[in-house]
């Protein structure tokens, strides 16, 4: 009996052992387990904004929407024969900005923006015809000589590469081309018939401005035509063939880079908010620390996201380009613009850089009216060259002249009133307003 209640006892004993050594176990483990919720830290997504062009959007978005001239805001002007009957059209010489592009220097973030453009017909068109030539070996512009090997079309279909033309570039030409041709045809019904040689044709050696002419022509005159068409070289901006050199040029270009630079000198309000925003939008290379304080370069990084409608770029949250940045960056340059355009250095300067092409309009005006044509001559250019030949020609500064795919169109004309006053003259439209010589 004895020995039985201490063996009960031992394994009594045995079991209490046991059962305290997993409750220490067990509250050891409770004391190293975190049993609080966990809070994740999530880094909060910038808040971009976005320019929108219709709705609630401010007269100023609207205003520089504008400058972005996209492909369905491309509309008839007044160009083309108010009375055929009095007036006997001779021929046209149209000077063009080459389309939308990339920017002129690196921008932050631009791989984000899509410069693509809708898929309209006209697109479609245009891509079947260069893709028949292509594979009959009939392409003549790409061969030996100055744009040779120079692609067709963008290489990116939606990429924003550095100053090359993008598929909205593309479909603006096409539009303005064929827009062109429906305010002619009727009035000139010569456009549809022109031969290769009645046909004359510039471009700077850029791939922005051969690639914006070609569009252009696919849209004003017949594909046998256009196939057949020479496009000859200009190695100036500025058309000025033979007539380039002077070197009076550089000293006034230095007093014009002067004043705009004691101009924004004098605003360290406007020379502040240029640094800000270039920090925000151009690559902080060495090579270009210099241009993130210039607001022509911030203008032309700007209108790359606003001109494809995307979201303003932002280092980080609180930290961001906003419209107001925008809006002052180009009502500041439109306004240095305005007074460049009574800066005496800069009509001097613009009449020199014109010269060449002015001679070179008139030689081909005479031809016109004697009847040995060209009857069509198209420039495919710049700003600067608009820049300088409307300064030049005393037109008005007009900032919506400056802008893709705008256009001055010089129309020549012969009187054909009976009586004694008969003469030639030339109508001036700058994008749509005329003036008559």
């Known amino acids: 009996m004895t020995v039985r209640l201490l063996k009960h006892s031992r394994a009594f004993n045995c079991y209490i052992l046991l059962s305290v050594w997993i409750l220490l176990v067990i509250a050891g483990i409770y004391k190293f387990l975190d049993w609080s919720p966990k809070v994740i830290q999530t880094t909060p997504s910038p808040i971009t904004e976005t320019f929108e062009a219709s709705g609630s959007a401010g007269r100023k978005s609207k205003r520089i929407f504008r400058l972005c001239n996209f492909p369905e805001d491309i509309n008839e002007g007044d160009e083309g024969i108010r009375d055929s009957r009095k007036w006997i059209l001779k021929g046209i010489l149209i000077l063009i900005r080459h389309g939308d592009r990339g920017p002129l220097q690196h921008v932050q973030k631009i791989s984000t923006i899509d410069c693509g453009t809708e898929e309209t017909q006209l697109i479609q068109s245009y891509k079947s015809y260069l893709y028949n030539l292509t594979i009959n070996g009939k392409v003549q512009w790409t061969g030996p000589g100055p744009f040779h090997a120079f692609p067709l079309m963008p290489q990116s279909a939606r990429q924003c590469q550095l100053g090359q033309l993008t598929m909205q570039g593309i479909s603006q030409h096409l539009n303005l081309g064929q827009m062109l041709q429906k305010s002619y045809y009727k009035v000139w019904p010569r456009l549809l018939s022109l031969n290769p040689e009645e046909v004359l044709v510039y471009s700077t050696i850029y791939r922005r401005t051969f690639q914006s002419g070609l569009a252009f022509l696919f849209g004003l005159i017949p594909n046998e035509t256009l196939t057949k068409v020479t496009i000859g070289e200009s190695q100036s901006m500025s058309f000025c063939f033979n007539d380039c050199e002077c070197p009076v040029t550089e000293s006034l270009k230095k007093f014009v880079q002067s004043s705009e630079l004691h101009q924004l000198k004098s605003h360290p309000a406007i020379e502040t908010l240029a640094q800000t925003t270039g920090r925000l939008l151009i690559s902080a290379d060495a090579e270009q620390k210099a241009l993130i304080k210039d607001p022509y ?47 005496i250095h800069w009509q001097r300067l613009s009449l020199l850089k014109s010269y060449g092409h002015v001679r070179h309009i008139v030689q081909q005006m005479l031809h016109m009216v004697g009847s040995n044509g060209p009857n069509l001559v198209l420039y495919s250019g710049h700003d600067f060259t608009l820049l300088h030949l409307s300064t030049a020609l005393g037109l008005i500064n007009d900032p919506l002249l400056l802008r893709y795919a705008s256009r001055l169109v010089f129309e020549v004309y012969q009187d054909n009133r009976n009586n004694d006053e008969k003469g030639t003259y030339f109508r001036l439209l700058s994008n749509v307003n005329p003036t008559t010589c």
Do not use: M
């Open 297 to 343: 370069v911030i203008r032309d990084a700007l209108l790359t996201f606003v001109c494809h409608r995307s979201g303003l770029p932002c280092e980080k949250p609180g930290n961001c380009v906003r419209k107001q940045n925008v809006a002052g960056i180009i009502a500041y340059t439109d306004w240095i613009n305005y007074q460049k355009w009574r800066n």
